[in-house]
Nanobody
Framework: VQLQASGGGLVQPGGSLRLSCAVSGLSLDYHALGWFRQAPGKEREGVGC????????DYAAAVKGRFTISRDYAKNTVYLQMNALKPGDTALYYC??????????WGQGTLVTVSS
């Protein structure tokens, strides 16, 4: 199983980015998905998650209303749409899949820098 994250970069405050997480080796159909981030000098924190099946979502308070998780079964890819970005969103962003049998798989991280 491999998760390949991409889409990070430098963006000005108020801008948008869409992160992608391409998954190979298993299908998205039956597993929970999540995005996490780790800012310099801070611990990794959850950004948001999507359940398997119906795909209900939940987000951290800091990003609720600005970030959206989605998935594309045909491409077996998970997305994180980030709008109204703030300097405090600067971090290394990771995707994760939690399988039904208890395994966690992580992507390698993609860097998002919000700065003017």
């Amino acid at each position: 199983v491999q998760l390949q994250a991409s889409g990070g970069g430098l963006v000005q405050p108020g801008g948008s980015l869409r992160l992608s997480c391409a998954v190979s080796g298993l299908s998205l159909d039956y597993h929970a998905l999540g995005w996490f981030r780790q800012a310099p000098g801070k611990e990794r924190e959850g950004v948001g998650c999507m359940s398997s099946g119906a795909g209900s979502t939940d987000y951290a308070a800091a990003v609720k209303g600005r970030f959206t998780i989605s998935r594309d079964y045909a491409k077996n890819t998970v997305y994180l749409q980030m709008n109204a970005l703030k300097p405090g969103d600067t971090a290394l962003y990771y995707c994760k899949i939690a399988t039904m049998d208890g395994h966690d798989y992580w992507g390698q991280g993609t860097l998002v820098t919000v700065s003017s």
